[in-house]
């Protein structure tokens, strides 16, 4: 499948949420470790800084980010829940930066998945790790801001949904 950052006409910054991985997640993962949520959290919120960094700036961006809990698409939304708040220059304490977000699940089955991880060269994450995202995830539901897109539809049947979406 090619890959949407590959796109051009959506004019939008795209960022591949692996490439922001620690080093010692990128190893867990190619000993096929899977990775637990105390390794993720903090690579969702370096993302979720990356994120309000780029709209604070008018940027409109895409994330490609294996977002498989709830918990972790709420931390790319508002950061890491409990974190300490932020304060003004008055010394008033701030809201940590809560974004917008529509998350596009992509949506297919283990067999059609599988297959394309067997087709990836060079990626650090071994296709023996897909079973465990398959059990860690957590399909988005109601009232989260979500839409279901087949990864079966080509590249630009996808992109026009999502464009349809956001109209």
Not at 58 to 66: D, M, P, Y
Not at 117 to 145: C, I, V, Y
């Amino acid at each position: 499948m090619e890959r949407l950052e590959r796109q051009p006409e959506l004019g939008w910054k795209f960022y591949d949420a692996d490439d922001y991985h620690s080093e010692e997640n990128r190893m867990k993962m190619a000993k096929g470790i899977p990775l637990n949520d105390q390794d993720r959290i903090p690579w969702l919120c370096s993302l979720h800084d990356i994120l309000v960094r780029e709209v604070a700036s008018g940027q409109q961006v895409v994330l490609a980010c294996s977002a498989l809990k709830k918990m972790y698409r709420d931390i790319l939304i508002r950061g890491k829940e409990g974190a300490p708040l932020k304060r003004d220059e008055s010394g008033k304490e701030e809201k940590p930066a809560e974004l917008q977000l529509l998350v596009v699940h992509l949506s297919g089955s283990f067999e059609v998945i599988s297959g394309r991880l067997l087709k990836r060269k060079g990626h650090f994450m071994p296709p023996e790790l897909l079973q465990s995202q398959f059990d860690t995830l957590e399909p988005p539901s109601a009232p989260e801001n979500f839409i279901q897109v087949s990864v079966e539809k080509n590249l630009a049947e996808i992109i026009a949904t999502i464009m349809e979406t956001l109209k």
